[in-house]
C-alpha cells in the first residue's frame, strides 16, 4: 500500500504489541507449566494436563496442570499451615505484602497485558489500559486495608483458609478482586483460575514468590469445574469466593447448604442501559461500545439490554448502526483493534445458538458488512432490535458481543423493563436531567448503578448483585466484610434446653387445652385466621397449656408476603419519621410492661422480676434501633475518577425472619426492628416455645402507627414454615435464629433463587449481651449497598 493510497482511505495499518516476552516465558516453562502450593512449583499428583490456547489463532499456548482432589488437599492444607503465621504477622505486616505485590505487578505490567491478552483473546488495549492498571490499583486499595483492620474493624477476625474461584472473562483482575481483601483480612487462600484462562494466575504465583510472600499464604491450583467441586466441597475451608455463571453458583449455595461456609456468588446478569430522550446521543453511542463491545461482550455487567425512549430509538438506532460499521476486529494483539476474540468455540456456539433463536423468534437482526477474521474464535457485533420484552434473547445472558434493543415510552415504563430480569447486577441511565436520573436510579434493582457513564470500576467502591446476580461485594468497605467473622461468635453456644421444649410443645399439639388464649395471625395489620383452620397448643416450660396460635401454612405465608410487599412504601418514609414511629412503639411496649412480664413469667415460669428485665431490655433495643434508622447512613467513596460514587444503603426489600426460640420478646423485637427500622417489610415466624410474646404485640404495634404489612406475624411450625420463606420467589431475604438442621434448609432452598440468608447453625446467642448484638453487624444484615456512580464536569 502507498503512502499516497494510506492518505486517500485513511485505513488503519496493523499496530501490533510485541509478544516476544510472553513467548519466552512460556517457552521457560515448557513442556508443562506447573501450579503453585507452598511456595513450592509443583506437578499434579493427577497427572493430568488441560491445553490453554490462543482463541485469536486456535493454537495451543501451554499445557496446564488439571488438579485432582489430593492437589486440592495439599493446597488447602499448605494455606491452613499458613494461617497462624500469617494472622500473627498483623495488618501492617500484611500491608507491605500487599504494597509490595502492587509494585511488582506494576513492573511486570506489560507481561500481564500481553500474557492475558494472548490467553484471553481481549484486546492488549484493554488488558493493559484497563484490567492490570485496575489490578494493581487493587493490591494498593488493600494494603490500606490490611493497614487499618484493627482500626476499622476491630470486633472481626480473619475467616482462616478461603477458596476462590474465578472466571475466564478478566482473569487477572478476578484475581486480584478475590486475593487482594482476602489476604488484607489476614485469610490465607487457595485460587483456580478458569481452565481456559489459567497463565496470568501462575505469572501472579510467580510475584508472590518474588515478594518473599510466605510459603502457603496464596495457592494457585489449575483445573476445571471437577477440580472447583473439590474445592466447595474441603471441609478445612471457610469460605467460598466464587464468580461465574449463575448455574454454577446455585451448585455452590447447594453443595454448602450443610456447612458453616460463608460464600459470596457474583453470577451473571442482563443489566439495562437505559436511555432517556433528552440524552447526549453522542456520548451514549460510546457508551454503548463500551457496555457490550467491550471484552466482546463477555462481561457480567454488560449493557445488554438497550432501553430507549421511543421517541429517539430509530435515530439512535442509525447511529448504533453506523458505529458498528466502523469498530474493528482482529487479532487481540493488534493495538488498534476494538474487538478480539471469544475465549473458546463452546463460548462462540453459545453465542450463535442464541443469536439464531432471537431470529427464530422474529427480532430484526443487524451485523456490519465486513466479514470477521476466519482463523479464529470472531463474532461480530450484532445489534437486535424489534425485541420483544418476554423473549428469550430479551432474558437470557448471551456472554457475547450481542445488544438487544428495546423502546419505553414513560420513565416508569422503562423502570418496569429494567427490572423485567431474574438478575439485578447493575444498570446505566443516560440523560442530561439529574433529577430524573437520581429518581430511577433507586428504582432499578442492581448493585451498581452507572449515569451517564458504564463498566466504571474501582477497588475503593463494591461490586455485586441482587437477585440471581449473587449476593455480596467486591471492593470498598462492603467488600472487606466477606472475608471477616464477629469475633464474638466463638461465644454463641448450642442451647438443647429450648429445643426439648419445642419438641415437646408440638408433640402435644393435639393434646386437649385449657385454653387460656387463642391468638390468630397478624397480615396487613390485621388479625386473620389460619388458612387451615388448625391450632397449636401452647405450653410453658413444665408442659402445661397456657395458650393457643394458629398453626401457618404455604397460603398464610403467601398472604403475609403479600401484605409485605403492599407495604413497601415503608422503604420511602424518611428514617426521621421510621425513627418516630419505633420510638412510639417502645413508649407504648413500656405503657403495658408488666402484662408482657407476666406473660414471659407464665411462658418461662420465672421470676417477674426477671421477665421485667427481658421487657426492659426490649425497649432499650428498640430505642437502638430508633436511634440508628437515620445515622446508619450511606457515603461515598472516593473513586479515582471525576465523579461522585454514592454508596447507597437499601433495605433488601421483603424479609422473612425466623425468631429465636430463647428470650421470646427479647429474640423477636432484636431481630426484627433492625429489619423495619432500614425499610425492610418483615414475615416474621415467632418464638416457637413462646409465640404468644410476639403475637401480644399485634395491638402495640397498630397504637404505635406502624403502618400494616410492615410487620406480619405467622405463627406455626418454625422449620416448615420457613422453608415456605426461603423457596418464595418474592422474599428478598431470609435470617433465620434456630436449629443446624434448620439453618441447613433454609441455605438449600434458597439456592433456587439465590436469596441472602444468615442462618445461626443451632448456635443461639445471649440476646441480652451487647456484645452479642452488635447493631452494626444486624444492620448490615438487613441493607444492601447500591453504588451510584455520578460524574461530573467535562
Ligand atoms: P462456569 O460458571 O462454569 O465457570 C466459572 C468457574 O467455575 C471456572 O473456574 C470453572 O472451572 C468453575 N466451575 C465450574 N463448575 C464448577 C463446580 N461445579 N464447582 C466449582 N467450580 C466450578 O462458567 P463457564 O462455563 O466458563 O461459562 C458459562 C456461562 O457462564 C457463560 O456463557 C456466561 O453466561 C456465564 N459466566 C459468567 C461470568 C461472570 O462474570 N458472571 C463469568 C464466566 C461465565
Ligand atoms: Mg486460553
Known sequence: MSVASIFETMEYGPAPESKEMAEKWLKDRKPNLKQFINGKWVAPKSKKYMVSNNPCSQKKLASVPLSNKADVNDAVNAADKALSGWVKLGGHGRARYLYAIARQIQKHSRLFAVLESLDNGKPVRETRDIDIPLVARHFYHHAGWAQLQSEKLPEYKEIG?????????????????????????????????????????????????????????????????????????????????????????????????????????????????????????????EGVVDAIWFNQGQVCCAGSRLLVQESIAEKLYKKIRSRMEKLRIGNALDKGIDIGAIVAPVQLKTIEDLVQKGVEEGAELWQPSWECPSDGCFYPPTLFTNVAPASLIAQEE????????????????????????????????????????????????????????????????????????????????EGLYEYVKLKVEEEFKPEQKQKEVAEKASAQKNGLPTIDKTAKFYVGGKQQRPDGGYMQNVLDTKGNVIGQVGEGNRKDIRNAVEAAHAASKWANATAHNRAQVLYYLAENLEARADEFAERISSALNQSTRKSMQEVEASIERIFIYAAFADKYDSHVHATPYRNVTLAMKEPLGVMGIVCPNEA????????????????????AIPSETAPLLATDLYQVLETSDVPGGVINIITGNKDELSKVLANHDDVDGLWYFGSKEGSTKVQFAAAENMKRTWVNFGRNRDWFNPKHVTPEYFLRHATQIKNIWVPYGE
Request: glycine share 10%; proline share 5%.
Open 664 to 683: 421470646p420478646l427479647l429474640g423477636f423485637i432484636s431481630a426484627v426492628i433492625p429489619a423495619i427500622a432500614m425499610g425492610n417489610t418483615v414475615v
Open 398 to 477: 448471551i456472554f457475547g458481543p450481542v445488544l438487544v434493543a428495546m423502546s419505553f415510552r414513560t420513565p416508569e415504563e422503562a423502570v418496569m423493563l429494567a427490572n423485567n430480569t431474574r438478575y439485578g447486577l447493575a444498570a446505566s441511565i443516560w440523560t442530561e436531567n439529574i433529577n430524573l436520573a437520581l429518581d430511577i436510579a433507586p428504582k432499578i434493582k442492581a448493585g451498581t448503578m452507572w449515569i451517564n457513564c458504564t463498566n466504571m470500576f474501582d477497588a475503593a467502591s463494591g461490586f455485586g448483585g441482587y437477585r440471581e446476580s449473587g449476593f455480596g461485594r467486591e471492593g470498598g468497605i
Open 161 to 285: 483458609v478461603v477458596g476462590q474461584i474465578i472466571p475466564w472473562n478478566f482473569p487477572m483482575l478476578m484475581l486480584s478482586w478475590k486475593i487482594a481483601p482476602a489476604l488484607a483480612m489476614g485469610n490465607t487462600v487457595v485460587l483456580k483460575p478458569a481452565e481456559f484462562t489459567s497463565l496470568t494466575a501462575l505469572l501472579f504465583a510467580e510475584i508472590c514468590e518474588q515478594v518473599g510472600l510466605p510459603d502457603g499464604v496464596v495457592n494457585i491450583i489449575t483445573g476445571d469445574g471437577a477440580t472447583g467441586a473439590e474445592m466447595v466441597n474441603h471441609p478445612k475451608i471457610g469460605k467460598i469466593a466464587f464468580t461465574g455463571s449463575t448455574e454454577v453458583g446455585k451448585i455452590i449455595r447447594r453443595a454448602t447448604a450443610d456447612t458453616e461456609k460463608k460464600i459470596s456468588l457474583e453470577l451473571g446478569g442482563k443489566s439495562p442501559f437505559v436511555v432517556f430522550e433528552d440524552a447526549d446521543l453522542d456520548s451514549v453511542v
